[in-house]
């Protein structure tokens, strides 16, 4: 038995742990809302409430169906829904509550619907351009003054304000900002308005009679949400890349406390500040964490001399929190679960009323994962003290996080792991492959030593020799869940162990085919993490690294840090490409270096194709683009092993997100490897492991500290290392089927497979794909098992029961 300290090996998986009554969620932190809730649509991302009270207004920015809706915020009803083609945050009731302004995000206008007895009359547009691509504008944040005379909207494409007036609907001023804006809000008297600048840590604030920029006030990084007291006189501003609030005294526009919304005091980003209201008394402030699904609450009663009171545990992703009368209002962007497909490869159970699972099976059409997440919005009565005391120590139970743990990390004594920066490692070398986008089951469902599926498995044994040795010779991990949805997050993921809000709200809506800026790797400075990538942590170490075709191809790279660092022959993704080619460029530069004693202490290599074509005729089947990624890992595995810096190396591989597929136990879990010569030896670990903490393995190997909150948060992968190495050599394994294959048949899947955009990772409607791949495989009438999401249930009662 080895001796672990500051862990469980206890197997954990996601969902509903019964003796604590709270909900894992597939990165390893927990759930547990207060209050009850209503269900809302995809990925809500603000609510508004009207002037007085009457009315609560949503809207709901996610892949699939984007919709405004209306609720009674005093009965926790909704009164009605209107589904609109393309929405983005900003929200505006006029004084009268007679009319609701919404973004229409990439239509690059403002809906204007009128509001009567509850219900959205027909929208009309107040246009500000030609809908995207022609032109990109896509309207954020919306203010209107008491009169609704003037109507002021900011936008993240072009990084404008808009000053309109809404009853001829002519654009009267565009002033250009620094940077993409996120929120605006207009002073009492109306002489001022405050524009968040998301991407250049400022709030701008204009002079609504000249129309001009008075002043710039620096803030904390990515300002997304303002908050204005009533006098006007303090201005509250959330800065989720740094995890604090920015309390501006708008007399002198100066900065006079920042409040920093962590649970440990920690300059780690992860918390992800992004919402504000205060207390009807304005004594209090909540703040909204999202990525610590937790309410920051602090008594603001003298302003500058802000004191900590405590935290609230609500749902996933909280974006946004008002307070009406003693109620506080959370709208969680992914819901209080992680939901399963109604479809998908197990039956999923209705609810009883306790929230629990009663093993009858209900019956919806196909999903895709990025629509899986459905918003709910939390009603919480303001907790008096002792309540307070009990919410912040469940917060504190639901986060595995520690400022302990970023300077210690859960161990094993004697491992080649080390616990901490300074303890020195054996392994020298670390290799770390990136692929695209398949499940576990998919690959690995046919081994019956781990809790696979072999009914969903499409690339067994067959086609993939190489990944089944790897996991057969080596450790077998059947816990392992990617930290992200989709490409967009996963490269951000994969690379910082954080995704910024940025990325976070943004990708939704360009994956749902509705416009925007797409370049998530590295192109885009307003994605960046506030102090970078694994890389920029090697630079500031003085580590030497490479990148093969990851964050840029052959001598390009999208960050500064990569630049002279990029294989002068790797590409990056393209589906014309074979992986072939790319272990070929990988071994060329690798050979070239070891002849000189250069080999890089961190390697990230992309090798890719096992994203597929899909059924386009012509290309690559699904089966020899697997084989072929199969094939090159294999190759690479070989080579290395073979060469002298073999025994101080290790190779972890892992997929950036797993969304191409079905799993049995969940939609995130992935193949994923870790090879080396001080790596166990045929072994199986059900221990829970994420994409956070291959990287933290990474980071105490090569003495690097934790980038985020969930990298110093996540188990290592101390249980998959061994202190006695085995320095027996990779030999590969040839491929099994014919890599020259190709698509020939003509049919309903081919025909969608050639509509499809394939020149960049997920371009191309992944559930579509995901059928296509299905079919090629089962039959082009067979039915594809959805994406499923573990069976996490909802921690509440009926408001009706609370009530009694």
Not at 286 to 296: E, G, H, M, R, T
Not at 309 to 331: D, E, N
Not at 345 to 350: A, D, E, R
């Amino acid at each position: 038995m080895l001796a672990f300290t500051g862990f469980s090996t206890f197997a954990q998986t996601p969902g509903l742990q019964q003796d604590t009554r709270q909900i894992i969620l597939p990165n390893g932190w927990k759930l547990s809302p207060a209050g009850h809730s209503i269900p809302l649509g995809d990925l809500p991302l603000n609510t508004q409430l009207s002037s007085s009270g009457k009315y609560l207004a949503v809207t709901n920015n996610g892949q699939s169906t984007q919709s405004i809706q209306l609720i009674d915020p005093s009965t926790a009803t909704v009164l009605d829904s209107c589904v609109v083609g393309k929405a983005w945050y900003g929200l505006a009731f006029t004084k009268d509550e007679k009319q609701l302004y919404a973004s229409g995000a990439n239509d690059n206008w403002i809906l204007n619907f009128p509001v009567s007895k509850g219900k959205l009359g027909k929208a009309d547009t107040i246009r500000l351009g030609k809908p995207w691509p022609a032109q990109k504008i896509s309207p954020a944040g919306i203010a209107v003054n008491n009169k609704n005379t003037r109507l002021y909207t900011v936008t993240k494409e072009d990084s404008a304000l808009y000053v309109i007036d809404p009853a001829s609907k002519k654009i009267l001023h565009r002033i250009q900002l620094p940077d993409i804006a996120y929120s605006c809000v207009l002073s009492p008297d109306e002489s001022k308005l405050y524009i968040s600048i998301w991407g250049a840590a400022a709030v701008a604030v204009v002079n609504t009679a000249t129309a001009t920029i008075n002043n710039l006030i620096a803030v904390g990084n990515h300002p997304n949400e303002l908050l204005l007291n009533r006098k006007g006189s303090v201005l509250y501003v959330a800065n989720a890349n740094d995890n604090t609030v920015s309390v501006i005294n708008t007399a002198d526009s100066k900065v006079i406390e920042t409040i920093s919304t962590t649970l440990y005091p920690t300059q780690l980003s992860g918390s992800t500040t992004n919402g504000l209201a205060l207390s009807r008394d304005e004594k209090t402030l909540y703040i909204a964490n999202a990525d610590n699904n937790c309410l920051s609450v602090f008594n603001t009663a003298v302003p500058g001399h802000s004191e900590s009171m405590g935290f609230i545990p609500v749902g996933w992703y909280p974006t946004s929190v008002k307070v009406l009368r003693s109620k506080i209002i959370v709208a969680n962007g992914k819901g209080n679960t992680s939901l399963p497909n109604p479809q998908g490869p197990q039956p999923v159970s209705k609810l009883d009323n306790s929230g629990i699972h009663t093993g009858s099976t209900a019956n919806s059409r196909l999903q895709y994962i990025a629509g899986l997440f459905k918003g709910t919005l939390s009603f919480i009565d303001a907790p008096k003290a002792d309540q307070l005391k009990s919410y912040t120590r469940q917060v504190y139970a639901n986060t595995p996080f520690s400022d302990t743990k970023a300077l210690l990390a859960d161990g094993e004594a004697g491992s080649p792991v080390p616990r901490k920066q300074g303890e020195v490692s054996p392994i020298k070398h670390v290799f770390y492959i990136i692929k695209e986008n398949r499940t576990y089951d998919q690959v690995l469902g046919d081994l019956p030593q781990g809790n696979g599926d072999s009914s969903l498995t499409l690339f067994g044994r067959n086609i993939t020799p190489n990944h089944h040795a790897f996991a057969e010779d080596f450790v077998l991990l059947d816990n392992f869940y990617v930290d992200a949805e989709v490409s967009a997050d996963g490269h951000n993921w994969s690379m910082a162990a954080y995704a910024t809000d940025v990325v976070e709200k943004t990708w939704p809506t360009t994956y749902g085919n509705r416009g925007g800026t797409t370049n998530y790797e590295g192109g885009r400075p307003v994605t960046y993490p506030k102090d970078g990538f694994i890389w920029d942590y090697c630079q500031r170490a003085g580590l030497s690294y490479r990148s093969y075709g990851e964050f840029g191809a052959y001598n390009k790279a999208n960050l500064k840090s990569l630049q002279g660092h990029m294989s002068p022959y790797s590409p990056g993704f393209d589906m014309d490409i074979k992986d072939q080619v790319r272990v070929d460029a990988w071994q060329h530069d690798f050979d070239s270096l070891l002849a000189i004693n250069q080999v890089p202490q961190f390697s990230t290599i992309r090798i890719s194709n096992d994203h597929t074509s899909g059924q386009r005729k012509g290309k690559p089947s699904p089966r020899a683009a697997v084989a072929d990624n199969d094939l090159a890992i294999g190759r690479l595995l070989d080579h290395l092993s073979h060469s002298p810096v073999w025994k101080e190396s290790v190779v972890f591989i892992l997929e950036d997100d797993a969304q191409n597929g079905p799993d049995h136990v969940d939609a995130h879990r992935s193949p994923a490897f870790v090879i080396g010569p001080y790596v166990k030896r045929k072994a199986v670990v059900h221990n829970m492991y994420s994409t956070s903490g291959f990287l933290r393995t990474m980071e105490l190997i090569l003495g690097l500290p934790p980038m985020s909150q969930y990298d110093a948060a996540a188990l290592p992968l101390y249980e998959c290392f061994t202190a006695t190495p085995d320095f027996t050599p990779y030999t590969v394994k040839p491929a099994l089927v014919n890599l020259e294959e190709r698509n020939v048949a003509v049919n309903e899947s081919s025909k969608k497979s050639d509509k499809y955009d394939l020149t960049k990772e997920d371009a191309a409607p992944d559930l579509e794909l995901n059928e296509v791949i299905w079919k090629y495989f089962k039959g082009e009438q067979a039915v594809m098992p959805a994406p499923k999401r573990s069976g996490f249930v909802i921690l509440e009662k009926k408001k009706k029961e609370e009530d009694d």
